[in-house]
Structure formats: structure tokens, C-alpha cells
């Protein structure tokens, strides 16, 4: 263990130095507090055990009250063969304690059961954080400030009795003074004021107690734990000149990525600043460190974990979460902090004789995270297939040090390569094809296993998508709407709603994303996508229209009405992709790529990204009218000879050649690939209306100066295509018929096609 710790320190010091940080304050010996923090090693919250409650009057509280068995010494042991070094333990006083005459005495049979299990830790060779809870938002938060009052007499008077309890525990049991400090009044001045006087008071309690804590560690908390408000508990750290002091903060990441507001990806851009989840986590524990561990005061992030995962729900993308372990426990290593991980029963499955994660994935990444860093694919870990794909599909990787070694059950070279100059595993397009026709239905095709020289492995999810198709509902505002969905393989990655053009919903007023869990809960077993009370709550009556992004790229449009508490959807949802992230803000084309997307018709060229200044080839074309008709069953194959049987395209270029909407540019030349040009477009849109049976008149081109330079056979189809103002010219005096026609151009003729009818 010792030899561990000293590599450990080692690395650390080589990690800082390389990255211009020192490891040490300003250079020098470790302090005590920095050792104690480095022999802590990785933490591990007991979370919702002991801290949980019943406040239901006369109920009992034990720590089952919140859902989680009774606490096992072989739980103890399972934390400790996971490689954590060790546990804080979240004490809840509230129902516990009686108050007689302004005296609060806590339950000593309570007090009892928690020493019992902190001896075990001990037993263990884990370190212990004890810890006063939940009391801090159920009756201290209320506090006035003064010290004659009830509340700071009760937590006095708790403090008295734990440091007389537990006086004579081993100097690897550190006291927290109070668990994420808040307060419902005051300034911010005033806030820092009560935090001040509590650790304060906590502090003299405790030293002044006797038996062993005349020197033990004392972690004290800034105001909410929060890592922008360190400066404060750095200045009352300082005046104490106390060697046995540990500062602690919170992080559960920027809350837009943690709790899900639709900012789902780990290096997402969440702003115009080009802020990510991952550049905020950086910047949060090069604050803390500057703060406290420059300054000699070693540091604990007491809770750090992502929201969605502790509310028990699929709220973020496996992968995206792992990335967030990943970086979070190596950037604890490069700040010499102790993370302690938060579980409240969502990790470790303590119902298990095992005590395995509950989610093996999860559990994988943060013990290959105590040692080191692990690899995963730069891009999210699932990549969805409509139809069969007509190349390779390459996926990026992030080494992070380590050497690829390869895909469990696949052969290199002949279902995937791998460059090692890129970083970079190329899936072959035969492979993937034999697994898309095998899968009967929609669903996963398969999980690829990405093995490394170390750390966690990384699973890359294949899986066949169509369009989800909704269901009509009827629901209430005050127990929420359920709708039924049949999903097709495809995931919700974020909802936006709207009442009329504005959003509406909750935080509707300064973000454009409802929050996964809170309002919606999407449940792919049941069918189903739930709007929940509290999005209603903020929805005047009217019409309400939610937009729902899936990851594959599509997007749905769901409608209802809300009347008074009553709620019921309208006929269904269209399918189409997503709000695309290269679209210029009050570009000439957003209505009509807008329109495209919402309709089906066009996809993006990648989930993201529209492409708008792109050229479109002639086979995408065929697509596009195909997808406008429906895309109905298709008998036989076009006679040209460079349109392969196999190709992506086979199927609507012989659905638009059999209709006569398409023809080759030769004989027996299609020339698939070839970018369209404007005038083709026109011819195309042109034989699909004389498909449909509509009206063809013909306008007049004269005005243009170009118009000598429309082909022959295309002149009647761009005569119509004018006269109906689906073109309506490259300026205001050319046509330029044989000028590749970009893909936001023709969004904006589809449109305007669709629109005429």
C-alpha cells in the first residue's frame, strides 16, 4: 500500500510539472491535511442509509426509510474489494433526536447503530467521514443567525454529543461539520456569516471534547459546497492556523449537462462561450486547488457523481456519463483531491449477496479510474442505421495513453481496421449489412467490446432505426399524460415544447430544453413517453406542441391541448431530424430546412449538421422524391449499369426510374454521384408533379438572361418550375440552370413545391 501511494505521488508530481501546475504547495512537503486527503485515496458515499427519513408523525426512521436495505458489514467489505480507500456516511438527526427544555438529545440506540457500522470501516482500513446530513435544509437552514436560537443551540448540542460519542475513534475518522450548507435568508454576506459561526462552533466542540480530537481532521464545507465560494473558508482555515483542517465541495458538473437540460453529450458546447461539461469540470478543480491545495489545505469533493444517474433514471447517454468518471477522478488526481463518489442505491446493488453495480458499466469505469485514465470512442457510443449502409463507418477513438488492442469477437482486417496513426477503427460496411439483415425489426444489431492496454473497456452499440410512431392520449395536468409510443429503435436525447411560437414549460423563460426526469420520462420496455405534473404546472391552456430530438438524428412534433386540468394530444407526430447545429442564425434557408426536416423529406449529412452549402447527388435526389412518396414498395431494378443492385440507393433510384420521374444523363448512365444541377432539380419536381396528376403550365423565362442556357429537354420543366416560383433564380436576372444546386437551395424548392400544391 505504501508503494502504491508513493508511485502515486510520483505521478502526480510528474503530471503537475508536465502540465505547469505545481503538486505540492508552492513546492514544498505535503501538509498534513494534503497526506490525509492523499491516504483517502477514491471515496464512496453510504448515501440514503442513515441519512435517510420518514417525516410521516409517529412514523419510524431507520435506514431503511428511504428504500435501501439494512447496512451489512459485507457491504463494508464489498466498498473496500472495489478498490475505494474510503466512505463518508451521511448522518440525518432530524426524528432522531428528542428536545427537552431546550436540551436535544439524539437517540442512543441510533447513535450506537452508526458507530457500529463506522467501526466496521475502520475494521476495513478505510477511512470514515462522519457527517451531519439532511438536518442542514430541514430545520438549519432556517436559522436567523444568532446563537441563542433554537437551531443553533440544537446543532451545538448534536456536535456535543457525536464528538463525546465517537472521541475515541481512530485518527482515520475524520467529522464534517455540515453536509452542503444553505440558508433561506440573508444576504450572501450574511449566509457566509451563519456557515462561519457553524464550523466555527463545530470546531471548538470538537477539540474541546477530549479522547482523540484534540488533533483530528475537521473537514469544514463552503456555503452550499460550492467550488465558486472558496475564498471565505480559505480566510476562516487560515485564522484557525490548524495542520488538521480539510476543506470539502461539492461537483456534479454543470448542472445543464448533469441533470440532463438537453445537453446531453460530455463535450457538447452548452453556450456561446464554448463552454463543455468538460472544460467546466476542469475549470471548477483548478479552482478549488488554487483555492486550498496551494495554499497547504488538503481538499475533498465530499460528493461528485452526474444528477440523472442519481435519480435513477436513463437521463444521459452510458457513454457520455462515463467520459464524465473518467475526467473527473483523473483531474482528481492532478489536484491531489479526494473524490468521494455519490451513491444512494443507484451504484452498488445492496440488495445483492454480491454487492455487484447495478450497472456494471458504471461500475467498470470508476474502479479503472482509481488507477488511471481509460479510452472510448471521441463520438457517442451508439450509432444508428436506417437502412444498410453503403460504406465503411470509421470511429474515432480518445487513447488517452493507452493502446488500442482490439474489438472482442471481431477478425481485423476483415470486419474492421484500425489505424494507428489516427486513433481511428473503421467498421466495414459488409459486416454491418449482414447484421442489419439479420435483425428482424428494430432494435440493437449488436455491442461491440473495445479492448485497451489499460482501463476500462468501451462498448460501441449498434442499433436499426425507424421512425417512432406516437399514439393518441388523454391525460390530466394534475397526474400527468402518458402517450404511446412505439420507438423503433430509436432514443430521446431532449424535448423542447412550445405554446404557439414561445417555449413554455419549466425554465422555459431562460433555456430551450425541458428537463429529462423532472418533466418528461421516456420508457422504452412500456411504450411510452410521460409528461409529467410538473411541466404542466407552468402551461397556461391552449395548444402545446412539444419537439422531441432523438439521437439518430430524427425529431418528432407532438401536439395537445390542455383545458383547465384536462389533457389530450391531437392526431399522431411526424418524424424528422433534428435542429441541425451549422445553421446561421437568420439565414435565408432555416424555414425551409426547417420544413424538409420536419417533414422527412431531407435528412442531415451527419445527426448535427445540415450542410446547407453542400452539393446533393443525383441518387439523393431520388431518395428525397422517394421519401415524398411515401416510400412505397419498389418491383424491379433500374436498367442503368453504374446503379449497383446493393447500393443504398438501388431501391428509390428504381422507384423514380419505373415512375419516369428520373432519367439518366446518357442511355445507360445515371451517374449517381454526380452533383445535381438546378435544372435537374426542376426536371425532377417537374415529372413527380405529372406523377401526381397536377397542373404543369408552363411560365415564361424571358426575364432571365440566361435562360438560352437551359438544356432543351429541360426547358418545359423549367418553365413550370418558374412559373410556380419553386425557383425563383440564382439573382434576379440569372437562372444558371447547369450550377450545382445546393442542399439548403433545395430545401427551399422543395418547399415551395409542397407548399403550391
Known sequence: ???????????????????????????????????????????????????????????????????????????????????????????????????????????????????????????????????????????????????????????????????????????????????????????????????????????????????????????????????????????????????????????????LYSANLGITGYDEVMGDDGNTPRKAAKKAMEMVYKAFTENGIGTVIGEYGVLGYDAGEECNQPGEELKCYEYINQLGREYGLCLMFWDNGSGIDRNSDTYQWKKPVVGEMLVASIEGRSSYATDLDTLYFKDKTGSDITIPLTLNGNTFEGIEGLTSGTEYTYDDKTSAVTLKADYINKLFDAKDGYGELTTLIFHFSSGADWRETLVKYGAPAFSDAAGTASEGLTIPVSYQGAKVRRVTAYAGKDRTGPQSSWWRYLQHTETFVPDYAAGTLTMKPSFFNECADGEIRLVIEFYDGQTAEVSFTKNGDKVSTGNGAETAPVSFTDLKDGAWYLDAVSYVAAKGIMNGVTAATFAPGDSLSRAQMCQIIYNMAGEPDVSGSPSYTDIPETSWYAKPAAWCCANEISVGRSDKAFEPDAPITREEVADFLYRYSIYQGKETKGGDLSSFADAGDVSSNMVEAMSWAVGREIITGKTDRTLVPGGTATRAEIAAMIMRFCEAA
Open 1 to 255: 500500500m505504501m508503494k502504491r501511494r508513493i508511485l502515486s505521488m510520483i505521478l502526480t508530481l510528474t503530471l503537475a510539472l508536465s502540465m505547469g501546475i505545481p503538486a505540492l504547495a508552492a513546492g514544498s512537503e505535503p501538509s498534513v491535511s494534503q497526506k490525509y486527503v492523499e491516504s483517502m485515496g477514491h471515496g464512496w458515499n453510504l448515501g440514503n442509509s442513515f441519512d435517510g427519513f420518514n417525516s410521516d408523525e409517529g412514523a419510524v426512521s431507520d435506514e431503511t426509510s428511504w428504500g435501501n436495505p439494512v447496512v451489512t458489514r459485507e457491504l463494508i467489505k464489498a466498498v473496500k474489494a472495489k478498490g475505494f480507500g474510503s466512505i463518508r456516511m451521511p448522518l440525518t438527526l432530524s426524528t432522531r433526536y428528542a428536545e427537552t427544555d431546550g436540551k436535544c438529545t439524539i437517540d442512543p440506540d441510533w447513535l450506537a447503530r452508526y458507530k457500529e457500522v463506522v467501526d466496521w470501516a475502520v475494521e476495513e482500513d478505510l477511512y470514515v467521514m462522519v457527517n451531519i446530513h439532511h438536518d442542514s435544509w430541514i430545520w438549519l437552514s432556517s436559522w436567523d443567525g444568532k446563537e441563542e436560537s433554537a437551531a443553533y443551540v440544537r446543532f451545538t448540542q448534536m456536535w456535543e454529543q457525536l464528538a463525546d460519542y465517537l472521541k475515541d475513534e481512530p485518527a482515520q475518522v475524520c467529522f464534517e461539520t455540515i453536509n452542503e450548507p444553505q440558508f433561506n435568508d440573508g444576504t450572501e454576506e450574511e449566509k457566509q456569516a451563519k456557515l462561519d459561526k457553524l464550523n466555527l462552533a463545530a470546531y471548538q466542540i470538537i477539540r474541546g471534547s477530549g479522547g482523540k480530537n484534540d488533533k483530528r481532521m475537521i473537514v469544514m464545507p463552503t456555503l452550499n459546497t460550492n467550488h465558486e465560494k472558496c475564498e471565505p473558508l480559505l480566510k476562516l482555515i487560515q485564522g484557525l492556523d490548524d495542520e488538521n483542517i480539510i476543506a470539502t465541495v461539492h461537483y456534479y458538473g454543470e448542472w
